[in-house]
């Protein structure tokens, strides 16, 4: 199935790149502010050395902020692919609006395919699910009694793990919603922004 999102607009993507951008900022412009401090007191040479002991300290600051977040951002993976392994059909729409949350215009449907996901505090009684387009992009986050939908099985992969980067994109979703065009929230944020709130 291919859902036509009528949102282009990547959350997920876009924070990394105003990350980047700041790191980019960084490493850049620290390194020239202090290799012209130097120079002006010492002398080009001087500041010419400053300037790339500067760099390197930035760039060594940068590598190790990136491996700190990579670890975080995988243990927080693998914590929500161990604990929410399944793909499940809606066959009855929830019938508490307040467990429901989408982008304006966007509306679940029976026969939509959900993926499981964290539940917000206070409604783990409730299966909370994602549904999601083709290109992993959240269209509802919603909580049902287990009489409103129906198990298809083990997720293939946690929608968390969709393998995007700078190279290539992911697969297309194997389970997305029906077929229709949508606004969507980005993809499946590991720390709740289009599921649960975490605090």
């Keep these: 199935m291919c859902i036509r999102s009528t949102n282009r607009h990547h959350a997920n993507r876009g924070a990394w790149t105003i990350i980047e951008l700041f790191a980019l900022i960084f490493v850049i412009y620290i ?6 401090v130097v120079t002006k007191k010492f002398g080009f040479w001087p500041g010419i ?3 790339i002991l500067s ?8 590598v190790l902020f990136y491996r700190a977040s990579g670890r975080q951002q995988e243990k927080r993976r693998r914590e929500l692919r161990e604990k929410y392994r399944t793909v499940y059909r ?10 429901i949350k989408k982008p304006q215009g966007a509306e679940i449907k029976v026969g939509d395919y959900g993926w499981e996901a964290e539940p917000p505090k206070g409604k783990e009684g409730l299966i909370f699910l994602q549904g999601l387009t ?6 509802w986050y919603a909580g049902f009694r287990s009489d409103q939908i129906e ?16 190279l290539r994109n992911a697969p297309p979703c194997p389970f997305p919603v029906q077929e229709r065009a949508t606004p969507s929230w980005g993809l499946p944020d590991t720390w709740g922004w289009n599921g649960p709130k975490r605090k």
């Design 49 to 51: 050395g400053a300037g």
């Design 134 to 139: 083709a290109k992993w992009q959240v269209v």
């Design 90 to 99: 809606v066959v009855a729409l929830p019938s508490d609006e307040s467990n």
């Design 151 to 166: 198990s298809t099985g083990s997720k293939p992969q946690s929608q968390y793990d969709w393998g995007y980067s700078w």
């Design 55 to 62: 760099a390197a300290a930035c760039i060594t600051v940068v």
């Design 31 to 36: 390194p020239i502010l202090t290799g012209s």
